[in-house]
C-alpha cells in the first residue's frame, strides 16, 4: 500500500510553513536515496531548522507533506518517526542524568532496543569511558556525539543532523564527516543542514540550497557548486601593473575589498595588501600567470579558493540578492 | 501499554534525578521540627497557668469569646464564628472530649489542616511546576517529541508521574509528621474521638448529625480531602507549566494564585462569586472540623465540584495545548 517505488526514504512535497501572516517556508521539495548524504544549505534564518523541525514532526506544515519510509509525518507519526533519527540544533540532553541514563530514557520510549544496542551505539560514537557520568560534564563534541547516539539508537534508515560540526574543533569536524560517510555506506541516508559551503563540498552528494525560506536549486553537489565561479587571489608586486592586465580579460572579474569580506575566514588569513581578488575561471589561471611573468610581475603566490555561500546565492539569484 | 508504563518510569526517573522529591523530604525535615517545638511551648504554657485540668483551659476560652461578643469593636462576622465555636467547645466540654489532647496523632491532624490550603500545595508545585517547562527550557523537548510516540501519550505519561508523586507528598507529609512529632509528644491518639458533622446555619450550630469519630478514621477522611486538592493544585500548575516556557514563571503564577487564595478566604465574605474561584475552594479540611465556610453558600459539595470542574479544564487546555502546538524554540 505504502510501498515506496524506489529507494527514496525522504520525500518532502510542496511544504509551506506560515505563522501568522508571513509565510516563512515556501514550496520545499526534495528526495533523499538510501545510502546518500544529502546537504541542506543556507545561510543562518534562511528557514533551514524550521523545515528540519518539520521533517521530525515538530511543526505542523501549513501545506505539503513529508514521507519517511512511505509514512507521511503528520498522519502516521508513530510509524514515520521510527525511521528516523534527529538532533535538532543543539544536541540537548538531560544534564542531571548519566549519558547511559539518557540512552536508555529514550530506548524505553520505542520496541525492540535492549541494552545490548545502547553498548553498540555507545562503542560507535566512542563514548564507552564517560558513559556513566553525567552530561553536565561533558564538552559539546561528547554532547554532539551523545545526540549522535540517541538518533542511531532505533537502527533510523535517516539521519537528520543539523549543523553536525557546529562548535566541534577542526580534529572533531574531521572525525565527524568520517564518521557521517561511514553510516552512509552502510546504507544509512544522512541529511546535513549547514550554512558552509565548504562543509557541503567536502560531505554531501547531493544538496538543496535554500534561502530567504525558499528553495533556490537542488541538484548533485559537483554540478551546482561547478557552476559557481572560483576565487582567485594574487599576490602580486606591482599591484597597480597587474590590475590593469586582469581588467583586459572579460571573463575575470575583480572583486572589490566589499566582496572580498565575504570570503571564508581561512581565505581572509591570506590577504595583504598587494592581494588582488578575482574571480576567475580554472582554466585561465596558468595563461594568465605567464602573461603576469613576462610583464615582469613578481607573482609571490596564487591561491583558489572555494566560492563562498554567498557569492553563489548572489550568482543564483543574480542581483536579487537575499531575502 | 508496557510501552506507556516505560514512559512513566522515565518521568518518575527525571523528577527523582533532578532532586525535586528530595526538596520537598527536606522541607518536612526542617519544618516539622520547629511546628512541633512551637506547639510543645504552647501546651506548657497552657499547663502553667491551667494546671493539669483541661476543663478549666476550654471553659476560660469559652468565656474569653464570650466576653469579646459583647464588645462594638469586633466585627460582626468574627462574632458568627465565635458563636459557632463557642457551641462546638460547649459539645466538647458536654461529653468530656479533650478537643486539644496532645499527642503525635493530634499534633498530625492539625498541622496536615493548617497545611492543606498552602503548605503542601506548595510542595507540590516544586514537582508539578517544572514539568513540561523544563523540558522546553533545556532544549529536550525536540528529541522527546521527535519520538515515534503520540504527544498526547507523552503527556499522559508525565501526568501520571505527577500524580504518583503527589500521592507520594502527601503520605511522606503525615510519616514525617507523625514520627517527628512523636518524638516531642508521644506516638498515641489513634483512638480519641473527634466531633465531625456539625451543620452551621448562621450563627449556630446544628448538632443532630455530629458523630464522634475515632481519630485515625477522622485522619482518613482528611487525607482524602487533602489528596483531593493536592491532585487539582497539580492539575492547574501541570497546565500552567504547559503554557509558560520559562518554569520560575510557572511558580510564580501559581504561587500567587495560591497566596491570593488565602488572602480572599480572610476577606471576600462580601463578594460572593468568589466562591467559584478555585483558590478560596482549597480548605476542604475545615469542613470536616466543622468550621465556618469563607463565603456564604460554600459547601463540601460546592467546593468539591468547582476544584472538579477546575481540574477538569486544565487538563483539558493542556492536552489541547500540548498537542498541537509547534515546537518553535
Known amino acids: 500500500m505504502n510501498q515506496p517505488d524506489d529507494s527514496f526514504v525522504l520525500r518532502v512535497r510542496d511544504l509551506n510553513k506560515r505563522i501568522g501572516r508571513k509565510t516563512i517556508i515556501h514550496s520545499i521539495n526534495f528526495d533523499v536515496r538510501e545510502g546518500e548524504i544529502f546537504g541542506f544549505l543556507g545561510p543562518n534564518g534562511a528557514g533551514k531548522t524550521t523545515t528540519i523541525r518539520m521533517l521530525v514532526g515538530l511543526i505542523k506544515p501549513t501545506s505539503g507533506s513529508v514521507e519517511i519510509c512511505g509514512f507521511d509525518v503528520q498522519k502516521q507519526p508513530e510509524e514515520a518517526l521510527k525511521y528516523v533519527g534527529s538532533i535538532v540544533e543543539n544536541p540537548e540532553m538531560y544534564p542531571y542524568l548519566t549519558g547511559w541514563e539518557n540512552l536508555m530514557h529514550f530506548a524505553r520510549m520505542q520496541d525492540g532496543i535492549d541494552e545490548q544496542r ?9 563514548l564507552g569511558g564517560r558513559i556513566h557520568e553525567k552530561v553536565r560534564t561533558y564538552s559539546l563534541g561528547m554532547r554532539q556525539r551523545l545526540g549522535i547516539a540517541q538518533a542511531l539508537l532505533a537502527r533510523p534508515k535517516v539521519l537528520i543532523l ?22 552512509a555506506s552502510a546504507g544509512l541516508a544522512v541529511f546535513v543542514s549547514s550554512h558552509l559551503l565548504s562543509e557541503i563540498q567536502l560531505l554531501c552528494d547531493r544538496v538543496a540550497i535554500i534561502g530567504g525560506g525558499r528553495e533556490l536549486a537542488v541538484g ?42 565575504a570570503l571564508e575566514d581561512a581565505a581572509t588569513a591570506l590577504l595583504n595588501e598587494r592581494s588582488i ?23 609571490r603566490g596564487v591561491h583558489r579558493v572555494a566560492p563562498t555561500l554567498e557569492r553563489l546565492f548572489l550568482q543564483m ?6 531575502e | 501499554m508496557k510501552r506507556f508504563w516505560a514512559m512513566v518510569q ?30 510543645m511551648r504552647q501546651s506548657l504554657e497552657r499547663q502553667e497557668s491551667y494546671g493539669t485540668d483541661w476543663r478549666l483551659e476550654v471553659q476560660q476560652a469559652i468565656i474569653d469569646n464570650q466576653n469579646s461578643l459583647s464588645s462594638d469593636r469586633v466585627p460582626q462576622e468574627w462574632k458568627v464564628y465565635r458563636q459557632i465555636y463557642i457551641q462546638q467547645m460547649q459539645y466538647y466540654l458536654d461529653h468530656d472530649v479533650n478537643p486539644n489532647e496532645p499527642g503525635g496523632v493530634t499534633f498530625t491532624r492539625e498541622f496536615i489542616d493548617n497545611s492543606a490550603a498552602l503548605f503542601i500545595p506548595l510542595m507540590i508545585l516544586t514537582i508539578a511546576s517544572d514539568l513540561v517547562s523544563s523540558e522546553r527550557t533545556g532544549g529536550t523537548i525536540k528529541m522527546l517529541l521527535a519520538r515515534p510516540v503520540r504527544r498526547w501519550k507523552v503527556l499522559l505519561s508525565k501526568l501520571t508521574a505527577l500524580l504518583m508523586f503527589v500521592s507520594l507528598i502527601i503520605v511522606s507529609a503525615y510519616a514525617v509528621c507523625y514520627l517527628i512529632s512523636g518524638v516531642f509528644f508521644g506516638y498515641s491518639g489513634w483512638s480519641i474521638p473527634i466531633f465531625t ?13 455530629v458523630q464522634a469519630t475515632p481519630q485515625w478514621q477522622y485522619l482518613l477522611m482528611q487525607a482524602g480531602l487533602v489528596w483531593f486538592v493536592g491532585v487539582v493544585v497539580a492539575l492547574l500548575a501541570f497546565m500552567v507549566s504547559v503554557l509558560v516556557r520559562s518554569t520560575a514563571a510557572s511558580i510564580v503564577v501559581m504561587m500567587a494564585a495560591l497566596i491570593s487564595g488565602s488572602i480572599l478566604t480572610n476577606m471576600a465574605s462580601a463578594w460572593s462569586s468568589a466562591k467559584y474561584l478555585f483558590m478560596v475552594n482549597l480548605g476542604l479540611t475545615e469542613y470536616l472540623a466543622g468550621n465556618p465556610a469563607p463565603i456564604d453558600g460554600m459547601t463540601l459539595g460546592f467546593s468539591l465540584a468547582v476544584l472538579a470542574a477546575w481540574g477538569a479544564v486544565s487538563v483539558f487546555i493542556s492536552f489541547i495545548v500540548f498537542t498541537k502546538r509547534d515546537v518553535l524554540t
Open chain 1, 277 to 299: 581578488v578575482t574571480e576567475t575561471p580554472e582554466e585561465r589561471v596558468a595563461e594568465v600567470l605567464d602573461v603576469m611573468v613576462r610583464a615582469g610581475i613578481a607573482v
Open chain 1, 220 to 261: 548533485s553537489v559537483d554540478e551546482l557548486m561547478g557552476a559557481g565561479r572560483g576565487m582567485v587571489i594574487w599576490d602580486v608586486e606591482p599591484k597597480a601593473k597587474a590590475l590593469t592586465l586582469l581588467g583586459r580579460y572579460e571573463d575575470i572579474v575583480i572583486v572589490d575589498s566589499a566582496g572580498a569580506e
Open chain 2, 10 to 39: 522515565n518521568e518518575v526517573v527525571k523528577i527523582i534525578k533532578k532532586k525535586r522529591f528530595y526538596i520537598v523530604l527536606l522541607i518536612l525535615a526542617v519544618m516539622v521540627p520547629i511546628f512541633s517545638y512551637a506547639q
Open chain 1, 162 to 183: 543539523d549543523e553536525p560540526t557546529n562548535g566541534l574543533d577542526p580534529k572533531g569536524i574531521k572525525e565527524m564527516r568520517a564518521f557521517i560517510r561511514e553510516l
Open chain 1, 317 to 322: 539569484t543574480e542581483g536579487e540578492g537575499i
Open chain 2, 197 to 209: 458533622g456539625f451543620v452551621l446555619n448562621g450563627s449556630d450550630v446544628d448538632l443532630t448529625y
Open chain 1, 118 to 126: 545502547i553498548r553498540e551505539v555507545t562503542e560507535l560514537v566512542h
